[in-house]
């Protein structure tokens, strides 16, 4: 009788130090949010501006968008060992459309990083030709035979006036061919990019702004001349290794709550 | 005397309530419509993601028959001489073979009659050409209505369906209930509509692995897909998606300036002028006239628009390819194979499909 009131103690007091650690609100894990936002050279971007506001690119057209989609992927927190933790999985950024936010399925270890990181566009080895069906669905793909296959990483559609043209077309898409052919017909090389955050403390649940500057895609280090550039760029190697050198600097962190 | 009156009353009152009870209990107890799942095709299973049903309008076998029946069926409209198989008719891939489509009294619409398959993955449920109908079943309370084509209004064909010797019990059958509304019927023809899946061509059974493209249509391919000859693909989906359309809207071109503002009229935002639903390229054998006005008679005529004829405007969609020179500048090989290639998009077993046709 004594050992059974004994447990009984062991087990109540058990109890009360589990409820004790949820009053302190000590998670163990949390979840994430990303919310995209997009400027151009810091004047914000929202749905409204497509095919409405002119920007001023690098190279001194006009530009006005049209479509603006991209995919971000495996983001990545980083220990101070070392050690990573990967969302496996992927975001499709609809900025005409206003789909702007992406709320991963799991949750993280709280703790604090010593970097957080993501990829822009798909890293070659999840870049597989008609893998994904909500991308398939939303024709994002590449065509296999005839453009090396895999998905874009950006669409991004416009026009562009200057001197000679008014309201010219672009398609600034980037992609990365999955087959790019032997000997290669299509780009293969590097095009997606990883984008470091840095350093984040996280406790509770969390949500990251992250910013894209568009100007940017036009501007460094290559100073983009849409007279020249402008359609058919995705099998147009020198033009996918220049938008890659051009979005090194796109993306940044803007708040972290 | 007055209590025995008043007694009788309530009596009456008390045997009428009981008696409704009794019918209502008898239509619920026991009775569901027999569920019916889409027969999704295997392309479609793999590639893209699962289709759009309404979780207040499931199919089911009974709901699907009635608006089968429904859609065959002349009493939805003022006259009672048009049914929606009037303007779309299986034998055209549900749509018809004008330009533009005339209704009960002898007019004419504005716009082409659109064809009818593959309707349930259209994922953001903005149906007709300027997209203004918001889901399927929205869509189909409109025709009957419209002063122009079917001529009717709902009371009247509610009554019509109502006094019917078939059809209150095959609204019970389908709904478990005896009052028909317009509701529910447009919730039938939108079941059966969504059971009008098309995915056996040619081109199909060759992604399959169970036929083979000639180096003409293969070639025609090759054009549809490649950014720097057609480049067809960005609006009009690729072998990954087995629906050839990317249901949203774009200006393709067809004028400098606008008799029809298209979805602009729907949304008022004059960015949206002049841009129209990319039509799926399945079943192009059966579909013509083209174009959401019906302007092109032939496959070649809408070939040549793309590679010559293009309008610019101030909403063009930059998609289309080398505007300033009308187009992308096919040779006539290319033109020819092109044909080729998207009438293997055909599928013949579409039009006479036993559970589609009346």
């Known amino acids: 009788m004594k050992k059974m009131i004994a447990l009984l103690i062991v087990l109540s007091i058990s109890f009360v130090s589990c409820g004790e650690d949820n009053d302190d609100n000590i998670k163990a894990s949390a979840k994430t949010t990303f919310n995209f936002s997009h400027d151009w050279d810091g004047t914000a971007i929202s749905t409204l501006d497509f095919e409405n506001t002119a920007y001023t690119n690098a190279n001194g057209e006009a530009v006005t968008m049209t479509r603006l989609r991209y995919i971000i992927s495996d983001v990545t927190f980083t220990k101070a060992n070392g050690d990573n933790i990967v969302i496996d999985g992927y975001k499709l950024v609809d900025v005409t459309n206003g789909d702007l936010t992406y709320n991963p399925d799991i949750e993280i270890p709280t703790g604090v990083y010593t970097n957080v990181s993501f990829t822009y566009g798909l890293k070659h080895e999840k870049n597989i030709d008609g893998a994904y069906t909500d991308l398939n669905s939303a024709s994002f793909n590449v065509p296999l035979a005839a453009l090396g296959g895999g998905y874009h990483y950006m669409q991004f559609d416009g026009k562009y006036s200057n001197t000679t043209v008014t309201d010219a077309p672009f398609n600034y898409h980037n992609i990365r061919a999955v087959n790019p052919g032997m000997p290669p017909v299509f780009p293969n090389q590097e095009t997606f990019i990883n984008v470091d955050l840095g350093p984040a403390a996280i406790s509770n649940n969390t949500t990251f702004e992250i910013k894209m500057n568009v100007a940017e895609w036009f501007k460094t280090p290559n100073t983009w001349d849409l007279n020249t550039l402008n359609q058919v760029l995705m099998p147009n190697a020198n033009a996918q290794k220049l938008m890659n050198e051009n979005g090194q600097n796109v993306f940044s962190l803007g708040s972290i709550n | 005397m007055k209590n025995w009156s008043l007694h009788i009353i309530c009596l009456a009152a008390f045997i009428l309530t009981t008696s409704c009870s009794d019918e209502e209990s008898q239509l619920n107890q026991g009775y569901e419509p027999t569920p019916l799942a889409l027969d999704i095709p295997p392309l479609f299973e793999q590639n893209i993601i699962p289709p759009v049903i309404p979780s207040n309008n499931p199919q089911t076998v009974e709901g699907v028959a009635l608006g ?181 809207f774009h200006n393709n071109g067809l004028d400098a300036t606008f008799t029809d503002l298209g979805l602009g009229g729907v949304t008022g935002d004059p960015s949206d002028n002049g841009k129209f639903k990319s039509p799926s390229i399945r079943n192009l054998a059966y579909t013509a006239p083209y174009m959401h006005d019906g302007r092109f008679a032939t496959l070649e005529e809408v070939i040549n628009h793309y590679s010559e004829g293009l309008q610019n405007s101030s909403t063009i969609d930059p998609l289309m390819k080398k505007v300033d020179e009308g187009g992308v500048q096919l040779s006539n090989q290319d033109k020819a194979d092109l044909k080729a290639f998207l009438l293997t998009l055909s599928d013949p077993s579409f039009l006479t499909n036993p559970d589609f046709t009346n």
């Not at chain 2, 009960?104 to 007709?128: K, Q």
């Open chain 2, 68 to 248: 089968k029946k429904l859609f065959y069926d002349p009493i939805l409209s003022g006259d009672q001489t048009q049914a929606c198989a009037s303007c779309h008719a299986p034998q055209n891939a549900f749509t018809d073979n004008t330009a533009l489509s005339d209704g009960i009294d002898g007019n004419f619409g504005t716009r082409n009659s659109m064809p009818l398959f593959n309707l349930a993955w259209n994922y953001n449920e903005r149906f007709a050409w300027d997209g203004k109908e918001l889901s399927l079943e929205r869509q189909a309370l409109e025709p009957v209505q419209n002063p122009v084509e079917m001529h009717s209004n709902w009371d009247d064909v509610i009554d019509r369906l109502s006094t019917d010797t078939e059809y209150p019990e095959l609204f019970r059958k389908a709904f478990n209930t005896t009052t028909i509304t317009k509701e529910l019927a447009a919730k039938a023809l939108a079941q059966f509509e969504r059971t009008l899946i098309s995915s056996n061509s040619k081109f199909d059974n060759y992604l399959l692995g169970q036929a083979t493209l000639t180096p003409e249509e293969l070639n025609g391919l090759d054009v549809f897909m490649q950014e720097s000859r057609g480049d067809c693909f960005h609006c009009h989906g690729n072998p990954n998606n087995p629906l050839w359309t990317d249901n949203i």
